[in-house]
């Protein structure tokens, strides 16, 4: 009785699928999609994503499911290419595509995995239009309460449940006039209309809210220089975007880099691991020189240029966005442009990006051993800097903002650590204070994306009481009692789950509930973002079960039917 329900049909979902279905033994599967259209994902469905907006991981980058996404691309007539206004001298395997694209993609080879099933001798089923309301751990099994599409309840049993629910956001996004606590779906934006908009987050959800909304007020082009220009439509002489946030900085342009990644030779997993296991109690000090001796030896011109073996933790940030900081934005995104395209086309990879590239998830695995303390230090100054490294955005998405501003449509604003944003006394958008400076924009979005969900922040009210889930903890910075017997703890954020992540209790309940929707494993998990992530985590969770499934030995259910 193998049967396994997967809780939405994205990338995680499906990248979960595929590992089932490795299984040598027989397994049926239920995949439950909320949407009426399965298999494209919140990030890339076209129903919240505006054509223009671009997805931020290379074809390179994406890993494949049945096929890479190039292949998959290529073998698409001129009509479908057309449609998804994909040129085919443009495929590439260091091209960014639309968002709509990779939702196509995901699409297809979710119907692929579906073919290859059957003749696995798997069975599973696709539900789309069901959306798991509710969710009950039982001795033997899970139970699920699902609204089907003609409005009916019906509850299902599972001998496992994989929650990859992805992000989630509120069916309303403007909570008050002209005020929308998110970007998508951007249809909703649509009734913004001439006016000063003010859009808090400058990393690529930032980016999405701005092009949208330019797009809907004017158009881009390419001059007879080729270089991409903004056209206001008629009737939009009061449309003005401010993009903002508290460092005030754009986003860096993406940078060129050997794909998969040179190892590194200082700050190896294994070096990390070695930190970790040894129990000190400085771990995250031991960690920072483990990556100034690394970044040194990768880029000694670099770290003598930040003074790196003069800093301490607290130092690196500022000393990181010092020289940003002092330029203007849209300057230093020009020059930086610049320099990522000649970099790209001589093939040269600028050595101290590549190695905090990939420092980062080796660092990423001391974050669950750290205490509160070091927790906390590690999210406010030494995270920034990786997140700022891989979140580099497509060359485009920065060519889009530089001729935004050359139009006359854009500014940015340094927010600084003191501000307030509000709404009272106003009939549409808001105002931001910052300081003795007061600014009022007719319409605002708040475009800072997902923020990490807690226990309580659990989708399913039954579970909830059922007081299964738990905050995450950490170790205190005293570690142990003064009795020595017991190691304290302190709750951080996120739920608590093991190393599959399985939630963890000592219920007598069902173990067998995963959770890898990415908003509830930020905290212990800070880098966990976008499809490389949902491809691993898919991994982890898959093996989880079906090493399960091969310990009990058991035969499949041949008919999942409604309880």
């Known amino acids: 009785m193998n049967t396994i329900a997967i809780i939405g049909s994205g990338p995680t979902g499906i990248y979960t699928l ?4 490795q299984s040598k033994t027989p397994l049926d599967i239920t995949m439950f999609e909320a949407e ?3 298999g494209k994902g919140m990030p890339y469905h076209p129903a919240l994503n505006d054509a223009a907006m671009l997805s931020n991981i290379a074809s390179i980058e994406l890993p494949a499911v049945r096929e890479t996404l190039v292949a998959w691309l290529t073998r698409q007539d001129e009509e479908a290419l057309a449609r998804l206004g994909v040129p085919r001298d443009g495929i590439d395997d260091r091209t960014f595509y639309p968002r709509v694209v990779l939702g196509d993609y995901f699409q297809d080879q979710l119907r692929q995995l579906l073919e290859m099933s059957v003749g696995a001798g798997h069975r599973v089923q696709v539900r789309a239009g069901h959306r798991v309301t509710d969710l009950r751990l039982q001795p033997e099994d899970i139970q699920l309460t699902v609204s089907e599409p003609d409005s009916r309840r019906q509850v299902y049993g599972f001998d496992h449940v994989v929650m990859a629910t992805g992000h989630t956001w509120p069916d309303n996004i403007e909570t008050k006039p002209g005020y929308f606590i998110s970007p998508w779906p951007t249809e909703a934006l649509e009734t913004i209309g001439d006016c000063s908009v003010g859009v808090v987050g400058t990393s690529l959800s930032g980016i999405d809210a701005v092009v949208g909304l330019a797009t809907k007020h004017g158009s881009f082009y390419l001059d007879a220089n080729g ?14 975007l401010t993009m903002m946030s508290r460092k005030g900085l754009l986003p860096e342009a993406d940078f060129f880099c050997p794909i998969p990644y040179v190892p590194l030779t200082i700050c190896t997993d294994e070096a990390v691991d070695e930190l970790i296991e040894s129990g000190r109690p400085d771990l995250l000090d031991a960690v920072f020189a483990l990556f100034k001796e690394q970044l040194a030896a990768s880029d000694p011109d670099y770290a003598a240029g930040i003074g790196l073996s003069l800093l301490d933790l607290e130092g690196l940030s500022s000393s990181y966005f010092k020289e940003r900081q002092g330029s203007e934005p849209f300057v230093w995104a020009a020059r930086n442009l610049a320099e990522a395209k000649n970099n790209r086309a001589r093939g040269y990879t600028v050595p101290w990006r590549y190695a905090i590239l990939r420092m980062h998830e080796n660092i990423a695995r001391v974050v669950p051993a750290l205490d509160g303390d070091d927790l906390e230090r590690f999210h406010k100054h030494f995270k920034t800097i990786f997140v700022d490294n891989y979140a580099t955005v497509p060359h485009e998405s920065i060519e889009r903002l530089l001729a935004l501003r050359r139009a006359g449509k854009l500014d940015v604003l340094v927010l600084g650590d003191h501000y307030e944003i509000e709404t009272a006394g106003l009939e549409r ?7 003795n400076d007061v600014l009022t924009f007719g319409a605002f979005v708040d475009a800072t994306g997902q923020s990490t969900l807690d226990a309580t922040d659990i989708p399913f009210p039954t579970l909830v009481r059922q007081g299964v889930v738990r905050r995450a903890t950490t170790r205190e910075a005293t570690a142990i009692l003064k009795s020595g017997e017991v190691e304290e703890t302190t709750a951080t954020g996120g739920i608590d789950l093991d190393d599959a992540f399985r939630l963890v209790f000592e219920q007598p309940l069902s173990k067998n509930l995963y959770c890898v929707a990415l ?16 491809h691993e985590l898919g991994g982890i969770v898959s093996d989880a079960i079906i090493g399960t499934v091969k310990a009990n030995g058991r035969e499949p259910l041949t008919d999942p039917s409604p309880e």
């Not at 595929?18 to 279905?21: A, D, T, V, W």
């Not at 958008?429 to 300081?435: D, M, P």
């Not at 908003?519 to 949902?534: D, N």
């Open 227 to 240: 270089i991409l220009e903004y056209h206001p439509a008629q009737g939009s002489d009061a449309f003005h």
């Open 36 to 38: 009426q259209i399965a």
């Open 429 to 435: 958008g808001a105002r931001v204070l910052r300081g």
């Open 18 to 21: 595929r590992g089932l279905l």
């Open 519 to 534: 908003s509830f494993l930020l905290h212990k998990h800070p880098f966990v973002q976008g499809i490389t992530s949902a």
